[in-house]
């Protein structure tokens, strides 16, 4: 199984800035993920970070809102820019191990 | 597309009772995988139990066990004895097995509550 630390676990924001969340693996693997959690709904795929290219963006989701870096196999962030409290979420690393998925402990992100 | 229904908002048990959460897919895919993960207050999400579509038999880790029936694309999670510490969001999710990355679909999830 993989450890992930994820961090800041938490964090207040003021609308217009933006926040870099880091997640951190105990190994290495190919592919991060990072997953937006609303208040009260499910888990949804913002995008998937590989190593070394450019991370793929779902559908709803764009590059400039959400920049993602990989720098290696065992690390990745997340930013959210030019918050809104919209962006009000949980954000969730995660990496998959053959074939099951494990996560960080998340951020919950306020923006105000 | 793949989508994972769970039509019970909140689900309430007392301690050391049987509890069922219900979760039906649709999907046109014969191999695919299918999960159930808590997420407590923590946040942090924790797989309980996998069952392979290919699988007939029921998987079963300890107190948690799936009903799935291909056929009819339901996969219930079945808690029996239940502690305290069951109590969390529990979300049903589901992955294709087609060569290349496939995402996780989750469903809304359910909301367990344990009462002593």
């Known amino acids: 199984s993989a450890v992930i630390s994820q961090k800041p676990s938490r964090d207040i924001c003021q609308r217009g800035t933006s926040l870099t969340i880091q997640c951190q693996v105990d190994s290495q693997v190919t592919m991060m993920f990072w997953y937006r959690q609303q208040p009260g709904q499910s888990l949804t795929l913002i995008a998937t970070a590989n190593q070394g290219s450019e991370a793929t963006y779902e559908s709803g989701f764009v590059i400039d809102k959400f920049p993602i870096s990989r720098p290696n196999l065992t690390f990745s962030t997340l930013t959210v820019s030019n918050m809104s409290p919209e962006d009000s979420s949980i954000y969730l690393c995660?990496?998959?191990?053959?074939?099951?998925?494990?996560f960080g402990q998340g951020t919950r992100l306020t923006v105000v | 597309a793949q989508t994972v229904t769970q039509s019970q908002p909140e689900m309430s048990v007392q301690e050391a009772e049987t509890v069922t959460l219900s979760c039906t897919y649709d999907?046109?895919?014969?191999?695919?995988?299918l999960f159930w993960y808590k997420q407590p207050p923590s946040r942090q999400m924790i797989l309980v139990i996998r069952?392979?579509?290919?699988?007939?038999q029921n998987a079963t880790e300890n107190r948690f066990s799936v009903n799935f029936q291909k056929a009819a694309k339901s996969f219930s999670l079945k808690i029996s004895d239940s502690q305290l510490g069951d109590a969390a969001m529990y979300f049903c999710?589901?992955?294709?097995?087609?060569?290349?990355?496939?995402?996780?679909?989750f469903g809304t999830g359910t909301r367990l509550l344990v009462s002593p």
């Open positions: 069952q392979e579509a290919y699988k007939q």
């Open positions: 995660s990496v998959e191990d053959f074939d099951r998925a494990f």
């Open positions: 999907t046109s895919e014969s191999d695919y995988y």
């Open positions: 999710a589901y992955r294709n097995l087609n060569t290349g990355f496939q995402k996780l679909v």
